[in-house]
């Protein structure tokens, strides 16, 4: 199937919020805007698709200015047409693709049926792709402590940032020059979050968490700038947006998602990082130290991993 431009992005499996972006778009100079009215966009939203995927020209009857991302920038490059696709299971939701026409005929109900046909084995490979990331952490390329915070406006644009930011979002997104300053997409998307829940479009939380390499995780968060306690946060102040190294909580999350983990386990898994022992476990689950062997067999079974400090050292990076 044809298109002009795309947008594809990994989404944190819990908070279903943007952390791996890859895009060939004609508007990347406005990518904030692009960003911003992504997530302000209700109409076909990655997060309210009722299936796998379906186009902007067949849910709006044609209509397109009924979507706010079209209306205020698209319809400036010509946009005939958006197929969406969202790659969502039961345990979580791990990207969304957005394919643009421009100057073309809309997409056919058979394109649209195409990628909602692939959308179940697209989910699955992702999942399992991104459960082998979890491995010990290996020095590689380190990370600079100190605190890393980007400032950003209502609109999304930078305005400031602590020293070791451009350090950390070299590591996010790398720039395809050496001599080019990284893009900071992944503190747009947890922004961009931000505002969405401000404005009543999505109640996730504005939360990501990015693998990089050799088994390290960072966690982006997004919040409102208080520096004026007379006028609420939400009315318009500053977005400041935290990147951190993942907390073992953190990625033991994400990684009980990964490998497919019913709550149980997943609770079981949580205790365990937390140093538990079988009994302990046991009491805090009220179950018999028996089930919980059968669960770790299962955790075993799913991740993989074969003893108690192999799932430990995938799980927490250590």
């Known amino acids: 199937?044809?298109?002009?431009?795309?947008?594809?992005?990994?989404?944190?499996?819990?908070?279903?919020?943007?952390?791996?972006?890859?895009?060939?778009?004609?508007?990347?100079?406005?990518?904030?805007?692009?960003?911003?009215?992504?997530?302000?966009?209700?109409?076909?939203?990655?997060?309210?698709?009722?299936?796998?995927?379906?186009?902007?020209?067949?849910?709006?009857?044609?209509?397109?200015?009924?979507?706010?991302?079209?209306?205020?920038?698209?319809?400036?490059?010509?946009?005939?047409?958006?197929?969406?696709?969202?790659?969502?299971?039961?345990?979580?939701?791990?990207?969304?693709?957005?394919l643009w026409r421009i100057g073309a005929a809309a997409f056919t109900a058979a394109d649209i049926e195409f990628l909602g046909h692939i959308a179940g084995p697209v989910t699955a490979a992702l999942r399992h792709g991104l459960a082998r990331t979890f491995i010990p952490a290996t020095d590689g390329d380190q990370i600079p402590a100190g605190p890393v915070v980007l400032l950003l406006s209502p609109a999304l644009e930078v305005r400031a940032q602590t020293p070791q930011t451009q350090r950390y979002l070299q590591v996010l997104v790398p720039p395809e020059a050496g001599d080019q300053a990284p893009v900071p997409a992944g503190a747009?998307?947890?922004?961009?979050?931000?505002?969405?829940?401000?404005?009543?479009?999505?109640?996730?939380?504005?939360?990501?968490?990015?693998?990089?390499?050799?088994?390290?995780?960072?966690?982006?968060r997004a919040a409102r700038m208080d520096t004026n306690p007379t006028i609420p946060a939400a009315a318009g102040g500053d977005v400041a947006v935290s990147i951190e190294p993942s907390t073992?909580?953190?990625?033991?999350?994400?990684?009980?998602?990964?490998?497919?983990?019913?709550?149980?386990?997943?609770?079981?898994?949580?205790?365990?990082?937390?140093?538990?022992?079988?009994?302990?476990?046991?009491?805090?689950?009220?179950?018999?130290?028996?089930?919980?062997?059968?669960?770790?067999k299962s955790i075993f079974d799913k991740s993989t991993a074969h003893s108690r400090p192999a799932l430990l050292a995938r799980a927490l990076g250590t």
């Open 1 to 98: 199937m044809g298109f002009d431009a795309y947008a594809w992005l990994l989404t944190d499996p819990e908070t279903s919020v943007g952390s791996s972006p890859l895009a060939d778009v004609p508007c990347l100079p406005q990518l904030p805007q692009l960003i911003r009215l992504k997530y302000a966009t209700a109409v076909n939203r990655w997060t309210g698709l009722p299936s796998g995927a379906a186009s902007l020209h067949g849910t709006t009857g044609g209509r397109l200015s009924r979507s706010l991302m079209w209306r205020e920038l698209l319809s400036q490059y010509q946009v005939t047409d958006i197929a969406s696709s969202v790659y969502r299971d039961r345990f979580g939701c791990w990207g969304f693709l957005d």
């Open 188 to 220: 747009y998307n947890v922004a961009a979050q931000l505002l969405a829940a401000e404005a009543g479009v999505d109640d996730n939380p504005p939360v990501a968490r990015v693998h990089l390499a050799g088994g390290r995780w960072l966690t982006l």
């Open 248 to 296: 073992a909580g953190d990625r033991v999350t994400v990684f009980a998602r990964a490998c497919g983990l019913t709550p149980r386990e997943a609770e079981l898994l949580q205790h365990l990082a937390g140093g538990a022992t079988t009994r302990e476990i046991a009491r805090q689950m009220f179950v018999s130290e028996n089930t919980v062997q059968d669960h770790l």
